[in-house]
């Protein structure tokens, strides 16, 4: 089954168009006074219904034309790069889409944890985000200059979602295309007015240690890996990585995320994700955790799950980089160096 989504943008509406790979939105017509909502029942779900996760280009370029980026809409500018190769905040600071801030991952996590990019406390998101200007009425919408056309933003994505923000869109295409298709730039840093944000951990969507370790006896959820199938397998090494070999958690089915976009930098359809869904036998309507290596391109397979009308995919914010350091050997399986990892 598949849920049906609403959005709601101001006084306006708009309906989410999930099988369009490009995000494209169908705007109701006059006689449209009150959004219209489309659910379904899905095995073990409340009723509910999905914000759009893609805008696409096209939409965010005539909303930045016709002046609508303000305290309603604000625009994130999410990349980020491993070091010594790009400088995200240089790049930022050098052109960005008009009226974009720049969300620096680096700041926005738990800087105490010992493992990589772990979500910060309620209170810290809520106070980086509303110095934003992002409060609990915003729809944000989160890009990255990564040349996949996306890497980073699916991970910002979850993270207001998992702090209870629904109204927050991915940017279909990335900076990449943004670029490509000759949309206006700036290096004008943006200045916004700071707001209140609430923050609410939504723990249905965030998996700990001790709850994936439980599911290896239980199996109530799926697991999906979302690295390259060298580092999966433990074929090749973690880049940039001290102390940390390669491998999967045991029973952990692979599905590297560079295979949801195009070689455009697009999510693919709905469809062509559901496929690849099913050929690893992974069922939708099961409950699923993405792993990856430190909770960043786990994040893809939440996404691409949520435009195959599934909402619930929980992350393992640990991921790999956790587990590694802290599971019984018997759970870690790799081929590096001939044995487990």
């Known amino acids: 089954m598949v849920w049906a989504g609403r959005v709601v943008v101001g006084s306006g509406f708009e309906r989410a168009n999930f099988s369009s790979g490009q995000g494209e939105l169908q705007r109701g017509g006059e006689g449209d006074s009150h959004p219209r909502q489309v659910t379904c029942r899905a095995e073990s779900m409340v009723h509910q219904v999905l914000y759009r996760a893609l805008v696409s280009t096209k939409w965010l370029a005539e909303s930045v034309r016709a002046g609508k980026l303000g305290p309603g809409l604000r625009v994130l500018d999410a990349s980020w790069y491993s070091p010594g190769t790009r400088e995200a905040r240089k790049e930022y600071l050098e052109r960005h889409v008009p009226g974009a801030s720049f969300f620096d991952i680096e700041e926005c996590r738990n800087a105490a944890s010992p493992y990589e990019m772990m979500l910060p406390s309620e209170a810290g998101f809520a106070h980086y985000v509303g110095r934003l200007g992002i409060s609990n009425d915003t729809h944000v919408v989160v890009y990255d200059g990564d040349d996949l056309g996306s890497f980073y933003a699916p991970r910002v994505w979850w993270m207001f979602r998992v702090f209870g923000h629904r109204t927050v869109s991915v940017l279909n295409g990335g900076f990449r295309n943004w670029l490509k298709e000759g949309h206006p730039v700036t290096?004008?840093?943006?200045?916004?007015?700071?707001?209140?944000?609430?923050?609410?951990?939504?723990?249905?969507?965030?998996?700990?240690?001790?709850?994936?370790?439980?599911?290896?006896?239980?199996?109530?959820?799926?697991?999906?890996?979302?690295?390259?199938?060298?580092?999966?397998?433990?074929?090749?090494?973690?880049?940039?990585?001290?102390?940390?070999?390669?491998?999967?958690?045991?029973?952990?089915?692979?599905?590297?995320?560079?295979?949801?976009?195009?070689?455009?930098?697009?999510?693919?359809?709905?469809?062509?994700?559901?496929?690849?869904?099913?050929?690893?036998?992974?069922?939708?309507?099961?409950?699923?955790?993405?792993?990856?290596?430190?909770?960043?391109?786990?994040?893809h397979i939440a996404l691409a799950a949520y435009l195959c009308g599934k909402p619930d995919v929980a992350i393992y914010d640990g991921s790999w980089s956790e587990w590694f350091r802290r599971a019984p050997p018997e759970t870690r399986v790799s081929q590096w160096k001939g044995g487990k990892a």
């Open 187 to 299: 290096s004008e840093p943006s200045r916004p007015e700071p707001a209140i944000f609430k923050a609410t951990l939504d723990r249905s969507l965030l998996k700990t240690y001790e709850q994936v370790l439980e599911n290896l006896k239980s199996k109530r959820f799926q697991l999906v890996d979302s690295r390259s199938q060298g580092r999966y397998l433990g074929t090749e090494p973690e880049p940039d990585a001290v102390g940390l070999e390669p491998g999967h958690i045991r029973g952990s089915v692979n599905m590297p995320f560079m295979d949801f976009l195009t070689e455009d930098g697009f999510e693919k359809s709905p469809e062509e994700l559901r496929a690849m869904f099913e050929a690893k036998k992974v069922n939708l309507e099961q409950p699923l955790i993405a792993t990856c290596r430190k909770g960043v391109t786990a994040c």
